[in-house]
């Protein structure tokens, strides 16, 4: 275990569903990441949040809508999704905040989410 | 933006083999160089990382990398694998003016070990 906890490890939706993605890291750490695992290629970062505030956004279309309510907690909501949204979801979690040198970042198992 | 490239993306080998994956990245600045390994099911691990000092770093399970400069390279190498080596390693990078808290990510190189 990484400390780094993700629900549910499995979601199947339609393109007019609405579901959450969870994350939750014990490490006491103050910066999350949301990381999209595709086949054949590299992961693609989503967003980052230091001390619950957003400071980045990788030009994610808004049918994602990342939650940060506490350091502890990260959420992705995903409403009206495409097929070729289809990945695996991956959360991660460090210590430092934005600018800090030596800055590990620790994985969770993901989420494989599959839209039909 | 930060690149990373790895080559070679599914090496097959034997037991005792010598692995070594390649590791370019393209930033020029002050880098800080991550692998990750990803065996069958599991989450994204830590092998090894350099910060600074001794550019030869060794990491959990006998792995070990080799951070060039002069080539922006971090390869890793294991000098003898093993069947429970068979996962997908991920190079990473972050730092200098692409920030410490973006990762950067190659396409990973898929291994498979036969016993």
């Known amino acids: 275990e990484t400390g780094v906890t993700q629900t549910p490890r499995h979601l199947v939706m339609g393109m007019t569903n609405k579901k959450s993605l969870k994350c939750e890291q014990h490490?006491?750490?103050?910066?999350m990441y949301w990381y999209k695992q595709s086949a054949k290629k590299p992961l693609e970062l989503m967003f980052v949040?230091?001390?619950?505030?957003?400071?980045e956004n990788n030009s994610v279309p808004s049918r994602f809508s990342p939650e940060c309510p506490n350091s502890s907690h990260l959420f992705l909501h995903l409403h009206t999704l495409q097929p070729e949204d289809s990945a695996l979801y991956l959360c991660?979690?460090?210590?430092?905040?934005?600018?800090?040198?030596?800055?590990?970042?620790?994985f969770g198992a993901g989420t494989r989410l599959s839209v039909l | 933006a930060q690149s990373v490239s790895q080559h070679n993306h599914h090496v097959i080998l034997s037991e005792a083999a010598s692995l070594e994956l390649g590791c370019n990245y393209s930033?020029?600045?002050?880098?800080?160089l991550f692998w990750y390994v990803q065996y069958p099911g599991q989450h994204l691990q830590l092998l090894l990382k350099?910060?600074?000092?001794?550019?030869l770093v060794k990491g959990i399970k006998g792995f070990e990398a080799e951070f060039i400069k002069s080539k922006f390279s971090f390869n890793l190498r294991k000098p003898s694998v093993q069947w429970s080596d068979t996962a997908e390693y991920f190079c990473?990078?972050?730092?200098?003016?692409?920030?410490?808290?973006?990762?950067?990510f190659g396409k990973g190189n898929q291994v498979v070990v036969i016993p």
């Open positions: 490490l006491g750490h103050n910066a």
């Open positions: 350099y910060f600074s000092g001794d550019p």
């Open positions: 990473a990078v972050n730092g200098g003016d692409y920030g410490n808290n973006r990762l950067a």
């Open positions: 930033y020029g600045g002050t880098v800080n």
């Open positions: 991660a979690s460090s210590q430092g905040s934005a600018g800090t040198a030596k800055n590990i970042q620790y």
């Open positions: 949040y230091n001390f619950k505030e957003q400071t």
